[in-house]
Structures are given as structure tokens and as C-alpha cells.
């Protein structure tokens, strides 16, 4: 998945409290946690989802969407 390999990369350059938006197709699953980013939710749209990551910090604890 190009997802996977893109996601540890954009890790990188995040700001604190950033999030990282990603659309692809249903049929693509994405881990929860990635790279020290953690999945906070995804939106539904027919065949695409958006999936929305943010950093992982402390014990698990993610900023709000």
C-alpha cells in the first residue's frame, strides 16, 4: 500500500498537533498506529474513506480532530 509507505515519511515533518488527512479507496486498510501516528477517525464517503492521523504522544493520548 502506497499509504503505508507514504505516512512514516510525512510523520517526519508534522508540527506538534498537526494531522495528516488521507483519502483512499475502502478497500485500503490502514493500520491504527503507523510511525507513531495513531488513526483518530475515518469519514465514510461511498468507495473513499478520509482517514484522519495525528501524532501519538504520552501514554496514547492523541489532540482532538
Known sequence: QILEKILPEVS????????????????????????????????FYGKIVVSVFSEKINSGEVTEV
Open 12 to 43: 517526519r515533518i508534522l508540527k506538534p498537533g498537526g494531522k495528516i488527512i488521507a483519502e483512499h479507496e475502502i478497500n485500503c486498510n490502514l493500520p491504527e498506529e503507523i510511525s507513531g501516528l495513531l488513526l483518530q477517525k475515518n469519514y
